[in-house]
């Protein structure tokens, strides 16, 4: 966390919160509350509403969870250890996305380390059955984490009854909430709870729709509005690429394989077709990446995005669908304040050019592709989320692959880099206005980006353009173009049903090791290649005549990266090459009459 975000004259011994949550924030090195947290945290023991803004990144699940927990903890050393009151679940916490129930439920396990069982919390936001999940909250657990629609679920079909237990609603990216269209379920889900109850709404903006749900769930709340320091919006560095479709293909190829970035990167790219073509053409020069969409098991998802902040991957192609749930729409724009980016309205947009093999298959697996393409949308997690809320750490690079449909889902997308105080930098690769796009933008890029542009000219900041010159990687065009016809419309749809038959299966062994047996996921990979056979020996390296004296993007420090690739031989012979005299001493084991009778035949 960096200092800036910390509040160096508080400490989390000073809220006066529970020794056990002391001993595990201790134990996660944690001394100083952030700003939201020691602003909010007093506020929730004291009982009052909170409404509070706070940028991604500055401690906000913190903010609720420790009141929560500290609160629960007090009630049950007041009452005695045989009385049925301890048994009441009087948390909820409300989150938009599967991703960040997974991720809520992980916190606060980490934070009631040293309880005991004194504190359950479940997550039903799985996409498990309701019957199976009832007799979880038959049990009733200390804490529910879901999504809206999964609980007012529950609370119709009377599996969890909370209009006498509930102390305490908590509604996490509060803004993101609405925009997934769950408006309906919110005020579904407050008819079941009790008319007295402590409610506390976070997010990282505040607009219209944010305001309709403070006057529905708060009364006279507290109101934390922590501004955003301008110089940290100085530590995110965004540039722009104008190019051609078939430009995208190579520019990423060459900045991967250059590493013309350094550290670790996600590629967004707009549909889940589009991930899967962008990852097999990546693996045609061994440059290994995971992809993370909708279709994958939560599982797997989440096992995905902690083996990244590990360190264990460099690349994740995320697949942002979250314009397509409503959040770039017309009507989203309308209930945005000045806070907030503009919105694009959504338009059809016709198919992009790929090479010529793509093309060929694309004619013919059109009317084939709509079929399939509807049975898809049934397949997809609808609650699915990873341009917002996911913490992401240690992210040096965003590269927008596919220019996102609104300016909102932009912010939100570079949002993922640059955090708590740290440096990074966005890429944008923008078809040019007469390119047509065969990805799901339904619109120009160009002009969404001249939106976008300006908006953050409004902001204070600048998208760059990266220059470079484009004859310096004229030399890798053949590479890249010899890959891309590797990459038809059949073999996207085999990669995609091979890669979801995998994942299967690494969920069902996630499921079952998840607890038992942490150490075995270890040996799980998400980044395997998918069609191997296909790969070119002569692709995995790139010899010395083609490196282009390119520089590096420079990150926000003002330090460019400098592509570190040498020349490696194909038929690598062993040893070190240098020619040495033979010699003379006798081999052990040889005799040397022998030998020496072998020299006076010749």
């Known amino acids: 966390m960096d200092d800036k975000l910390l509040d160096k004259k508080a400490t989390f011994q000073a809220l006066d919160l529970d020794d056990r949550l002391l001993r595990a924030l201790g134990r996660m090195k944690l001394v100083h509350p952030t700003l939201v947290q020691a602003k909010a945290i007093p506020l929730a023991l004291a009982g009052k509403d909170v409404l509070a803004r706070a940028k991604t990144g500055s401690g906000k699940t913190a903010a609720f969870c420790l009141p929560i927990l500290h609160k629960i903890l007090a009630t049950k050393d007041a009452l005695p250890i045989n009385s049925e009151e301890r048994k009441k679940t009087r948390a909820l916490i409300l989150v938009p996305t599967r991703e960040l129930a997974e991720q809520v439920t992980k916190y606060i396990a980490d934070l009631v380390k040293f309880c005991g069982k004194e504190i359950t919390a479940v997550n039903i936001a799985n996409n498990s059955p309701l019957h199976i999940q009832a007799p979880l909250l038959a049990e009733c657990p200390d804490i529910v984490v879901s999504t809206p629609a999964k609980i007012l679920k529950h609370l119709v079909s009377k599996s969890i009854v909370l209009s006498l237990t509930l102390e305490t609603l908590v509604i996490d990216e509060a803004d993101l909430v609405l925009s997934f269209g769950y408006e309906d379920d919110i005020k579904g889900i407050v008819s079941h709870l009790p008319k007295i109850h402590q409610s506390m709404l976070l997010s990282a903006t505040l607009n219209k729709g944010v305001e309709s749900l403070k006057r529905l769930i708060l009364s006279k709340p507290a109101i934390l509005k922590l501004e955003d320091d301008k110089e940290e919006s100085s530590k995110l560095v965004q540039y722009v690429v104008r190019c051609t479709e078939e430009d995208k293909f190579l520019l990423i190829y060459v900045i991967l394989k250059l590493r013309l970035i350094a550290g670790k990167c996600i590629l967004f790219v707009n549909d889940i077709d589009r991930s899967y073509r962008l990852k097999l053409f990546l693996e045609q020069f061994s440059i290994k990446a995971c992809v993370l969409n909708s279709e994958l098991p939560l599982n797997s998802r989440y096992h995905i995005v902690e083996e990244f902040n590990r360190g264990v991957y460099d690349y994740i192609i995320a ?84 220019f996102p449909l609104s300016a909102r889902a932009y912010t939100h997308r570079v949002g993922r880099t640059a955090r708590a105080g740290r440096r990074g930098m966005s890429l944008s690769l923008v078809a040019k206005e007469d390119i047509k796009t065969q990805s799901s933008g339904h619109q120009k890029e160009e002009e969404i980006f001249g ?152």
């Open 319 to 402: 697949t942002d669908e979250s314009d397509k749930m409503g959040e770039g729409d017309a009507k989203a724009d309308a209930d945005t304040d000045d806070e907030e980016m503009e919105v694009v309205e959504e338009t059809a947009a016709p198919e992009e050019p790929v090479a010529s093999a793509a093309k060929d298959d694309a004619k013919k697996e059109q009317a084939k592709g709509k079929k399939e393409s509807k049975k898809r949308k049934r397949s997809q997690d609808k609650e699915y989320g990873v341009s917002r809320g996911i913490d992401f750490k240690g992210v040096a690079a965003v590269i927008n692959f596919d």
């Open 451 to 602: 939106r976008v542009a300006a908006q953050q000219r409004k902001n204070g900041s600048e998208i760059q353009p990266y220059k470079f010159d484009m004859n310096q990687v004229e030399g890798f065009r053949y590479r890249s173009n010899d890959a891309m016809r590797l990459v038809t419309k059949s073999t996207i749809r085999e990669a995609r049903i091979k890669e979801i038959k995998n994942e299967i299966l690494n969920s069902e062994k996630l499921k079952a090791h998840f607890e038992d047996r942490p150490k075995d996921l270890q040996f799980l990979r998400h980044d395997k290649a998918l069609h191997p056979s296909q790969v070119k020996p002569h692709m995995k390296h790139i010899p010395q005549y083609l490196v282009p004296k390119i520089a590096g993007i420079a990150q926000a420090d003002g330090i460019a990266t400098t592509p570190n690739v040498g020349f490696v031989p194909f038929n690598k012979k062993k040893g070190d090459g240098k020619r040495r005299k033979p010699s003379r001493k006798p081999q052990k084991g040889s005799d040397p009459l022998k030998s020496l009778g072998k020299k006076r035949r010749k």
